[in-house]
C-alpha cells in the first residue's frame, strides 16, 4: 500500500476554545494506482484529509505512513522534501500566475526540479500536450476556459513527477460538462499513466470516475472503501 492511515484524528481549536473534530478515527489504507473519491458534505473533513495525506497537517493522534515514512511524526523539513517530491495538488481555484502563459505557469513548477530553463521549457510542452493544452500553450489564463485553466493547474501538478495527485474540489468552479472534461483527463492519468489520485468532491455523481470511494460524515468513514469498489473497469472515454 501507498499511504497507510491508523486512528487518524485531527481536532482544530478555535479562538474561543471551542474544538472541532475535523476528522476522527479515520483508518484507511490507499494502494498505488488507486483513484479514491472522497465525497462528503461541506465541513465533513475533506479538506482536512487531504491536507494530512498530503503532509500540510499533522494528525493531532493516529499514524499516517507513506511508505516508511511516518508523515505524523515527521520534521517540517523532511514533510516539505516528501511533498516536493511525491505530491501534486490541484485546487478548486486553479491559482494560475495571471501574468504568465500557459507554458511558463508550468515552467514555474518544473523549476523547482530542473535548473535548466530549456528542459524546463521542454518538460512544460510536454505535460501541456499530455493535458491536450499544446495548442494553448502561448495564452494567457484570462484567454482560456476555466477548464483549459484547470488543465494547465493539473499539468502543473504534474510537474515533479509526483507519486499521487491529490485534488481537492478540481471541478467545484465548472460547469457540468467542463467538469466532465476534467474528471475524464484525471480518470486518463490514473488509467494510462497509473497515477495515484486522491480527489475531495462533493458533487455526488463524480465518484464513478474512481476505482473507490468513501463518504465521510463528521469526519468519519461513513461508508466503508470495500463497499463499494469496483468490480468491472468503468469504460475511458477518450479526451478531445
Ligand atoms: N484551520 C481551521 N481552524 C479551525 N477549524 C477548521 C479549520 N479548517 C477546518 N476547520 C473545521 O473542520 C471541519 C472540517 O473542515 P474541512 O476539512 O475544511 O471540511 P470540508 O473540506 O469537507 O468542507 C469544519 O467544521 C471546519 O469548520
Ligand atoms: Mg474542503
Known amino acids: 500500500m501507498l499511504f497507510r492511515l491508523q486512528n487518524v ?8 476554545g471551542a474544538r472541532v473534530m475535523a476528522l476522527d478515527n479515520i483508518t484507511l489504507d490507499i494502494e498505488q494506482g488507486e483513484f479514491l473519491v472522497v465525497t462528503g458534505p461541506s465541513g465533513s473533513g475533506k479538506s482536512t484529509l487531504l491536507f494530512t495525506i498530503g503532509g500540510l497537517l499533522r494528525p493531532s493522534s493516529g499514524t499516517i505512513h507513506f511508505g516508511t515514512l511516518g508523515l505524523h511524526d515527521a520534521d517540517d523539513a523532511r514533510l516539505s522534501d516528501f511533498r516536493r517530491t511525491h505530491i501534486g495538488y490541484v485546487m478548486q ?15 514555474v513548477a518544473c523549476a523547482l526540479s ?13 505535460l501541456l500536450d499530455r493535458v491536450g493544452l499544446l495548442d494553448r500553450r502561448h495564452h494567457h489564463p484570462r484567454e482560456l476556459s476555466a477548464g483549459q485553466q484547470q488543465r494547465v493547474a493539473i499539468a502543473r501538478a504534474l510537474a515533479n513527477d509526483p507519486s499521487v495527485i491529490l485534488a481537492d474540489e478540481p471541478t467545484g468552479n465548472l460547469d457540468p460538462s467542463l467538469a466532465n472534461d476534467i474528471l475524464t483527463q484525471l480518470r486518463v492519468l490514473n488509467d494510462t499513466d497509473g497515477l495515484t ?16 470511494h ?7 468513514i461513513s461508508l466503508t472503501p470495500d463497499a463499494v469498489r469496483w468490480t468491472e473497469d468503468l469504460p475511458v472515454r477518450e479526451v478531445g
Not at 9 to 16: A, C, G, L, T, V
Not at 93 to 107: G, I, K, Q, S
Not at 114 to 125: C, D, G, I, N, T
Open 9 to 16: 484524528r485531527k481536532e482544530y481549536i478555535h479562538q474561543r
Open 93 to 107: 481555484n486553479f491559482f494560475l500566475v495571471p501574468y504568465l502563459t500557459a507554458e511558463e505557469n508550468v515552467m
Open 114 to 126: 530542473e535548473p535548466e530553463v530549456k528542459l524546463q521549457r521542454e518538460k512544460s510542452v510536454a
Open 197 to 212: 489520485i486522491v480527489m475531495v468532491t462533493h458533487s455526488p455523481t463524480a465518484n464513478t470516475f474512481g476505482t473507490s
Open 214 to 220: 468513501i463518504r465521510l460524515h463528521d469526519g468519519a
